[in-house]
């Protein structure tokens, strides 16, 4: 089932995700639902808290990226990242390595929103896999980078707070108008909620 993909403005994004103490069948099928969301809407990553749920839940999948580098170890053994794509990650915890590199990002919450974000170019993730598992991941490059947005997704963080401030600046006008549109969306939400209970 294709969920809707909250847009800038709704607090949902703002909450850091809890922790998932049991991985369910509501687990699994909000995964599910989240990566058939993502794929709809051609994304490569998808956390929880874009379809309105705050736990430390993320989707991703880079397989449709053919032109961004990247590798990755799987529990220790290099792996094709595209083998192992639709990624499911619980409760993710990354380490990131010291060198930095610039990217392009963009995010399904920002419609027509792009940036320059320094991002870390290694990283190593400990997360459990939907059976409940223990994985660990360690990635450069294009994965690398899409893991620490989504990373972010789930501790409240959004690619803007990553912005240099003239890059924010000069979006400001269209940051504004979005947060505008999905605040009077909320109301309206709101509103219609009011009358069905009414
Ligand atoms: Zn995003």
């Known amino acids: 089932m294709r969920l809707s993909i909250l847009q800038y403005g709704d607090p949902i994004l703002r909450a850091k995700g809890a922790r998932i103490e049991q991985i369910d069948d509501r687990v699994r099928e909000l995964a599910a639902n989240m990566t058939e969301t993502m794929h709809a809407a051609n994304g490569v990553g998808l956390a929880a808290q874009q379809v309105g749920e705050s736990i430390q839940l993320t989707v991703l999948d880079i ?3 053919e032109d961004r580098p990247t590798t990755m170890r799987l529990n220790r053994e290099e792996v094709d990242p595209v083998s192992v794509m639709p990624l499911v990650l619980v409760n993710p ?3 990131l390595g010291r060198e930095a590199e610039s990217g392009t990002e963009g995010c399904l919450s920002f419609p027509e929103i792009t940036g320059e974000i320094d991002r870390a170019k ?3 993730v400990r997360a459990q896999n939907l ?3 223990p994985i660990e991941i360690e990635t450069t ?3 690398a980078r899409a893991i620490q947005h ?3 997704h789930l501790n409240g963080i959004l690619f803007i707070d990553r912005m240099s401030s003239a ?3 000069s979006l400001s006008s269209k940051l504004k108008r979005l947060q505008k549109e999905t ?3 909320l109301k309206h939400r709101q509103h219609a909620v009011a009358e069905t209970t009414l």
Do not use: Y
């Open 131 to 133: 059976e409940g598992e």
């Open 141 to 143: 490059g294009f994965l």
């Open 63 to 65: 397989s449709q990226v």
């Open 122 to 124: 290694s990283i190593h």
């Open 183 to 185: 605040q009077r969306g």
């Open 167 to 169: 890059a924010k600046t």
């Open 150 to 152: 989504e990373v972010d």
């Open 93 to 95: 915890e990354v380490d």
